[in-house]
C-alpha cells in the first residue's frame, strides 16, 4: 500500500482523527479520548462513588464560602461601610427589587471560594446512563478496530465497483502454477496434511469450474504417486458447489449432488475426498463443511481455497469465519470480478497452527460476463432463485437473449421443440422469425435487447458469429440436454428426435452440451414478440415519451411559421 500516488494500485488515504470531549450543548465526533480519560477501565460502582466524592466535595466547598467566623459574622454589614440601620438603606429598599442586587443568591462561579474552572467543566458534563456509557464505549471500541484499506477495497466494499479502472489495468495476473500448485507438493516436514478447497459457482458451474487448476493439479498427483515420499502427502481436493439457494427449489440434493460430480469428472478433476453443496449467504451446509476441512486438515494442515473470478470464494470465507465467531480482517467480497489479488492467510478459523489462505480468483477469458461493463454485469448477475421462461420454438423460429445471445431452429425431426431460457430476470427476451433476426437483432441492440447497453456496444464485445448445434431428445414432457454460455446462463431443450440449431454469439465465449441441470419448465409458455424486463421497459417508455414531446413541440413551431408566412 502506498499514498503518494492515486493512479497507482495499493493508494490509500491516511485517516483523520478527531480530538474532542464530551460536554453539554455540543456535538461531539471522536469520543475516544473522553473514554480514555473518564470511562475506559472503570467499573461501575467505582464510577458511582466518584461521581459521589465529586458531588459531596462540591457541596463542601459551596457551604465552606457561607460558613465563615464568628468574627466575620459579627462583622458582617459594617465591613463594606454600609449602615443598614440608616434612613439610606431603607430608602434604597423602597425602590423595588429590581434595583437591588442579592449577590448572595447568585449561582457560584469561577473564583468564588475554591471553585475552579476545572469543578465547573465537571458540572456541565452530561450524565450519563449505565447503559449509554456503555453503547458509547463500544462504538469508541468498533473505531479503534477499523482496519484502513486501499482506495479500491474501500470502492468495491461500499459502492460494488473498482475505483480507477487505469489503475486496475495496471495489476497483473495471478500465476496460479508458479504460486500455488508448486507449493502443493513440497509441503514442509512439520506440516500437517494440504486440503485444496475448490470453489464452483452453481448457477455457472462449467463456466466457474477452474479446469487449467484441475488440470496442474491433477499432473502433480500423478506424478506425485511415483515418489514413495510425495505421495504420503498427497494434497486432499474438496469440491464446494456454492449459491445452491439462486437454484430452482424443484432440485433435489441427491440430484445435485450427482450431477455436480458428473460435471467435475468432465472438466477434468481428479479423485475428490469430499463434494459439499453450500450457500454461503443463508449459511446452509457451512458448518458440516468446515468440520469436514478441520478433520482432513488436522491440527498443523495448509488449507488453499481456489477458484474462479467471482465464485464465491471470499464470501465462503466469511461464512467460515461468522460461524467460529472468529475476529479477522474480512476479505473483500464484491460482485466484480477479479477482487481479491494477492495471497490472503486467514487465522483464527482452524483449529491450532492449521492455516488457512483465500487466493485470487482465476482468470477466465471465455465469460461472457467479463467483456461487460459494470451496468451490463449488474443485468447478467443472478441475485434471486432462477425462474424459467419457456417457448415453444417452430422450425424458422429464433430466441434473443438479450443482445448477447441467439438460437435460431433450422431443422427439426417434428413439428416444434420446448427452449426454457435460464438467465437473469433483467435479461430482455425476443421470439421472431429467422428471416427477420438480423434485422431485429441491429436495429435493438442495446435499446429493447439489453445487455448490451447502448447501441454501439456490441461492437465493442467482439465478432457475431454462428455455431452449428446438434441435438437428440427422446420426450418433450421434461428438459434432455442444456446448451449452456459461461457467464451468462443456459438454454434447457425438450424434444422427441433430433434437431439443428443454430448458435450466434460474440467469438471467445465458451459453449458446453451437457446433460440437463432442471429437468422441468415453466408452467406456461411465452408468447412471441419482446419480453422486456420493467427497467428496460421504464426507459423506453420514457425515452418515446420525451421524442414525442420534442416532435410536438417541433410541429407547433411549424404551424406557427407557416401562419406568419401567410
Known sequence: MQDKDPNLPGYYQKRKVVEGTLVENENVEDLEEYFEGGLEGLDDDDDVEEEEEEEEDFVDEVEGNFEGSDTEEDNLGKGDGFDRDSDEWEANFLKGED???????????????????????????????????????REAQKEKEEVTVCARCHSLRNYGQVKNQSVENLIPDFDFDRLIATRLIKPTGNAGATVVVMVVDCVDFDGSFPKRAAKSLFKLLENAQNDSKLSKKLPKLVLVATKVD???????????????????????????????????????GVKNLLAFIKELAG???????????????STLINAFAKREKANITRPTEAPVPGTTLGILRIGGILSAKAKMYDTPGLLHPYLMSMRLNRDEQKMVEIRKELKPRTYRVK???????????????????????????????????HLGKVENADEIWKNHVGIRLQPPIGEDRASELG???????????????????????????????????EATLALWTYDGVEITLREPLVLDRAPFLERPGFWLPKAVSDAIGSQSKLESQKRKKFEESTDDLSEVSA
Do not use: C
Request: hydrophobic share 40%; glycine share 12%.
Open 463 to 497: 465478432k457475431w458469429q454462428e455455431r452449428e448445434v446438434k441435438v437428440s431428445g427422446s420426450s418433450w414432457d421434461v428438459n434432455t440436454i442444456d446448451i449452456a454460455a459461461a457467464g451468462l446462463g443456459w438454454f434447457s431443450l425438450g424434444l422427441k428426435g
Open 246 to 284: 439462486l437454484l430452482p427449489s424443484q432440485i433435489s440434493p441427491t440430484r445435485l449432488d450427482r450431477w455436480v460430480r458428473h460435471r467435475a469428472k468432465a472438466g477434468g478433476a481428479p479423485k475428490l475426498n469430499g463434494v459439499y453443496l453450500v450457500s454461503s449467504r443463508k449459511d446452509l
Open 99 to 137: 434595583d437591588i442586587e442579592f449577590d448572595g443568591f447568585a449561582p457560584a462561579s469561577v473564583g468564588y471560594g475554591n471553585i475552579t474552572e476545572e469543578i465547573m467543566e465537571k458540572g456541565k458534563r452530561k450524565r450519563l446512563s449505565k447503559a449509554e456509557r456503555k453503547r458509547m464505549a
Open 395 to 429: 422450425v424458422g423460429q429464433a430466441v434473443h437473449v438479450g443482445g448477447l445471445m441467439r438460437l435460431d431452429l433450422i431443422y427439426a425431426s417434428v413439428e416444434t421443440i420446448y427452449v426454457t431460457i435460464w438467465a437473469s430476470p433483467n435479461v430482455s427476451l
Open 299 to 313: 491440527p498443523r494442515g495448509n488449507v488453499w481455497v481456489i477458484g474462479a473470478q467471482n465464485a464465491g470464494k
